[in-house]
Nanobody, 121 residues
Framework: QVQLVESGGGLVQPGGSLRLSCAASGSFFTIYDMGWYRQAPGKQRELVATITRAGDTTVTSSVKGRFTISRDNAKNAVYLQMDSLKPEDTAIYYC???????????????WGQGTQVTVSS
């Protein structure tokens, strides 16, 4: 059984910073792409950032220059450093990973349970 466990969410004032972490555990062969999505109340889920196993990244335009995605392959973990946070960044943030299992099967979108980020004064 594979798990993705997010941590690091919370309440922060506008202009503040948070660092989200997501660690994978369980039985798998490797992890390919990892990323972060978010969903604000009443809005559709939005892709925030992705990172390949080699470290190539994409970041959505609304957070470019403020959010940084990184990963540690040895720890099977992905991180999202969020700086200069704005109230519109308030959302549940989900970690997503593409796993390959020992059988060769590839699960393209395995989701964590989400962590709440609230930006408010």
């Amino acid at each position: 059984q594979v798990q993705l466990v997010e941590s690091g969410g919370g309440l922060v004032q506008p202009g503040g910073s948070l660092r989200l972490s997501c660690a994978a555990s369980g039985s798998f062969f490797t992890i390919y792409d990892m990323g972060w999505y978010r969903q604000a109340p009443g809005k559709q889920r939005e892709l925030v950032a992705t990172i390949t196993r080699a470290g190539d990244t994409t970041v959505t335009s609304s957070v470019k220059g403020r959010f940084t995605i990184s990963r540690d392959n040895a720890k099977n973990a992905v991180y999202l450093q969020m700086d200069s946070l704005k109230p519109e960044d308030t959302a549940i943030y989900y970690c997503v990973a593409k796993f390959q299992y020992e059988s060769g099967y590839v699960d393209p979108d395995y989701w964590g349970q989400g962590t709440q980020v609230t930006v408010s004064s």
